[in-house]
């Protein structure tokens, strides 16, 4: 419901994956190859406002207090002219949207910025807001996005390839049957921008690397055997599996040419010690995204001691999150 002067915000927080989505099988659509499985984090949140702005000719976007440029504002008015095609409106819009966390250091603001957007764009233009929708709606916007619309462990459903409405058939839901009360520790080592975007690295990846249909093929079986590990609460297998899942879809990257590379000398290191964390005992299992910083998967009550020996890691900020909510709309003022 709009708030204020017809502002309506929205927040949603990011999600990590423990079973990657690398790849679009459709691009225009955001259809990927593989299902994701992901956990909804209680830190870093994106709060989006959106009203609309009849009078204007354009779009207006700010981002974290400055003027939206580029590929960031070209991404952002697609994203409403789709919310427009669908409503059969016309107005422009203008959107303020703040991150806690820096832009495009693989600690994806795209999944939290996507995801709110999605749910005040649709609140403020009229379409449907139940989750199911909204998550179809938000995969336009970035992939990941479509996990971020709910909280705690998520699926999203790459859906049949000969599926007779694919973009119905592609959405993510809530895993109401995983029994784990997991923390993943964000070993931050490097906010700077990335120097590939997701979006190229994949294409380039399903387009020459020829480990990909091998990572592909691993991502099935990963997925179900990891839903039904978080069903019988056994983190070792999940953790195993998330691991294993992030290694390849990066070796399949790095097989691309010319070769993706995001991991650093400094990812390594945090490798290491996460290896050494269980060579002592301690649950704790890596994961990576689009970016070199590292993502520690543990228990909830080992969180502060990984994090203490994450800490180590020279030139690492850590943070600990826990599983957070789906986005939300926030009423303010009144
Ligand atoms: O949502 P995108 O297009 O930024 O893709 C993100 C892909 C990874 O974060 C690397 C993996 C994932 O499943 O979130």
Known sequence: EPTGEGRTVAVAHPNIALVKYWGKRDERLVLPFTDSLSLTLDVFPT??????????????????????????????????????????????????????????????????GFAALALAAAAVYGLPTEPRALSRLARRGSGSAARSVFG????????????????????AEPLGDAYIDAALVAVVLEAGPKAVSSREAMRRTVATSPRFPEWVAASRADLTRMRAALRAGDLETVGGIAERN????????????????????????????????????????????????????????????????????????????????????RTEGG
């Open 47 to 112: 709060t989006t406002s959106v009203r609309l702005a009849p009078a204007a000719g354009s779009d207006t976007v700010v981002m974290d207090g400055a003027p939206a440029r580029g590929e960031q504002l070209r991404r952002v008015t697609a994203f409403l002219d789709l919310v427009r095609e669908r409503a059969g409106r016309r107005e422009r819009a203008v959107v303020d949207t703040r991150n806690t966390v820096p832009v495009g250091a693989g600690l994806a603001s795209s999944a939290s």
């Open 152 to 171: 705690g462990f998520v699926v999203w459903h790459a859906g049949p390839v000969d599926a007779l409405d694919p973009d119905a058939a592609s959405y």
């Open 246 to 329: 992030a290694i390849g879809m990066h070796a399949a990257m790095e097989a691309a040419s010319p070769p993706v590379r995001y991991l650093t000398d400094a990812s390594a290191t945090a490798l290491g010690t996460v290896h050494e964390l269980r060579r002592e005992g301690v649950g704790a299992w890596a994961t990576m995204d689009a970016g070199p910083n590292v993502k520690v998967l543990c228990a909830a009550a080992d969180a502060e001691r990984v994090a203490a020996r994450m800490a180590t890691v020279p030139g690492a900020r850590v943070v600990v999150a826990r599983r957070g909510p789906g986005a939300t709309l």
